[in-house]
């Protein structure tokens, strides 16, 4: 593990003798609710751009965020298998993922499934880490992940896209989209189908897996101090799944297929009565049934419909250089399993956030407080603060959070029969981090560390007395993260984190299951005229499964990637993943692709 670490930062450590030209601060809008340019955000913030993930390649934003030093995606097997997101040692529902502000977590287990979630329509990923409950409510314990997708501008143009590969895959996307100064529109639609690998670790019956999704995203400025944004988006998938055995880990299942549609139905509408002030009122509706059929076991059979509403109205007034946000929430859950259980749940919110910046923003100091009242525990009270304090004669940035988080039982856990306990309190934490960030050489070379540390109580977990949820549970996560970025050249960029965390069970002292103890990610990125490579590598170490009660080995991975274009409009691409071939877990007992390849070619008009 040291050679490793050593290796990449002799790796990332290069000449650097050219002058670069000034980098404009990226704008994101996720970690105060209103856009701002990155440079003036406090928390710990990581954005995948979609240079960058045209560059990657890969189908699934689960690919994209298993490449980040501090998440962790566990996915149940190859492509359409269960795929949940932890964060700095977190549970999968502690952590909010959404799809342009709207949250994607199911209402029935708490946590987002990324399995069917496909990278062609997204404009960016925004992930803000540490505990964002004062801005986002329940889940947002750990932190967010904001998946923002792609708009329309300029001159009519279409996009298309053809892959194919390894395990029969095939994947096509199309899309039309433009603008002008009153309107925005794009429509796209995208088809991926493969025969998958066996989903149990040991098996020989490949799980095949079929994705159609279409979404449309409209925005209309009626004047030239209003705008209204209409989002709308369907997906169906269908899985083949393998059934689990207890004590032994998944085995081979024929014909236990699950087939899933959702639906998302957003619409924002943004006024602006003075040059410093705006106002927004956000509807959305969202909506997942999951069919799952099991020839061999009965209790795999079943029928799950959910549904997740949302009212948000936000103000957020611009004193430069204070600028102050707050609003009302109300967000309605209900899921039915048919013939088992049918319940719901609603939360009412308020919140305020407010930004300071002292000395031309050297000194940017965040505050906020948030009121949620919930239908089954009652009221919960959280706050955050950050300071961020930019040394400018020496390039140096310095980081200081604290945030306090919680989660609202799950509808499983409130209602499942036999299972759950209708008087559940919140999952309940509180979180810090301290980063510092040094720039050298015109930033051809950033240097970035963070400490993190995260302590949690009244977590929900199995009361093996009486086999129901029960608030029995306490934890602490801490760790540290290391980064380094280099552009020794015009042409080419190094890459290289690595994450240590130690993350406790506090009532046992036992390290918490699924969670890696090291992670190394590096990547090395050459573009020389119309070509384009990259090679990544990714590290993780062991970890412990207790659901089969055995440790799952360290693995590492080496990914190729690479395009090449043709014409202005027309580039071929190829990808190859698990270069060396390995054999590893992400879940006991469940398989993972070994050396595969896809190619394809993407054009524009």
């Not at 701002?36 to 890969?58: D, F, M, Y």
């Not at 139905?265 to 602006?272: E, N, Q, S, Y």
């Not at 693995?555 to 395009?563: A, E």
């Amino acid at each position: 593990m040291k050679r490793i670490i050593v290796c990449l930062l002799l790796l990332s450590t290069p000449s650097f003798a050219e002058p670069v030209a000034t980098v404009l601060p990226e704008i994101v809008a996720t970690a105060s609710r209103w856009e701002e340019p990155s440079e003036r955000v406090p928390q710990e913030l990581t954005i995948i751009g979609r240079a960058e993930i045209e560059q990657k390649g890969v189908p699934f934003v689960a690919d994209l965020l298993r490449l980040q030093p501090d998440l962790q995606v566990i996915q149940n097997g190859g492509p359409g298998a269960q795929a949940t997101l932890r964060m700095r040692g977190s549970g999968s529902n502690q952590v909010l993922v959404m799809v342009d502000g709207i949250k994607l977590n199911s209402p029935s287990t708490g946590s987002a499934d990324l399995s069917a979630l496909l990278t062609s329509d997204v404009e960016r990923i925004e992930i803000i880490k540490g505990p964002q409950s004062t801005l986002y409510g329940s889940e947002a314990m750990a932190g967010v992940v904001n998946i923002i997708t792609r708009k329309g501008s300029g001159a009519l143009k279409a996009d298309l896209s053809a892959e194919g590969g390894s395990f029969a895959t095939v994947k096509t996307t199309g899309s039309v989209s433009g603008g002008t100064d009153r309107m925005n529109y794009r429509l796209s639609a995208t088809w991926f189908d493969t025969d998958g690998i066996p989903t149990a670790k040991n098996g020989s019956q490949p799980n095949g897996y079929t994705n159609k999704s279409l979404s449309a995203r409209l925005g209309v400025n009626p004047t030239d101090n209003s705008s209204v944004e209409l989002n709308l988006r369907y997906g169906t998938d269908r899985s083949q799944l393998d059934n689990f055995v207890f004590g032994v880990g998944p085995v081979d299942t024929p014909n236990y297929v699950q087939k899933r549609e959702n639906y998302l139905v957003a619409a924002t509408a943004k006024i602006f009565p003075w040059e410093n002030y705006e106002q927004s009122l956000t509807l959305s509706w969202l909506r997942d049934d999951l069919d799952s059929t099991d020839p061999v076991t009965a209790y795999n059979n079943y029928r799950i419909k959910s549904t997740t509403q949302l009212l948000d109205w936000q103000h957020t007034l611009d004193l430069h250089p204070l600028t102050i946000t707050g609003g009302f929430a109300y967000r309605y859950e209900a899921a039915e399993n048919v013939g088992s259980f049918d319940r719901s749940t609603d939360n009412k919110a308020g919140y305020f956030n407010a930004k300071l910046g002292l000395l031309d923003d050297t000194l940017v100091l965040s505050a906020g407080l948030r009121y949620d009242d919930h239908s089954t525990f009652g009221d919960a009270v959280t706050y955050r603060t950050g300071v961020l304090y930019s040394l400018k004669p020496l390039e140096m940035r310095f980081k200081a959070n604290l945030g306090t988080g919680f989660r609202a039982p799950s509808l499983n856990e409130l209602y499942y029969p036999f299972y759950g306990t209708p008087g559940l309190k919140p999952e309940k934490s509180i979180g810090y981090d301290l980063g510092v960030e040094k720039d050298l050489f015109d930033r051809k070379l950033v240097l970035g560390a963070t400490w993190f540390q995260q302590n949690y109580k009244n977590l929900i977990q199995t009361n093996f007395n009486t086999y129901t949820a029960d608030n029995i549970g306490n934890a602490r996560t801490q760790g540290v993260e290391a980064k380094v970025t280099a552009k020794p050249a015009e042409n080419l960029k190094l890459n290289a984190a690595y994450t240590y965390l130690d993350a406790i069970n506090k009532d046992n002292g036992a390290f918490l299951p699924l969670r890696a103890r090291n992670k190394v990610t590096s990547s090395i990125e050459y573009a020389w005229a119309k070509l384009t490579a990259i090679a990544e590598y990714l590290y993780v170490s062991k970890r412990f499964d207790s659901a089969l009660q055995r440790d799952m080995g360290a693995y590492s991975l080496v990914n190729l990637r690479g395009s090449y274009g043709l014409h202005k409009n027309l580039a071929l691409f190829v990808r190859i993943d698990n270069l060396l071939d390995k054999s590893y877990e992400e879940a006991a007992g469940y398989g993972t692709p070994g050396l595969s390849a896809f190619g394809g070619i993407k054009a524009a008009f």
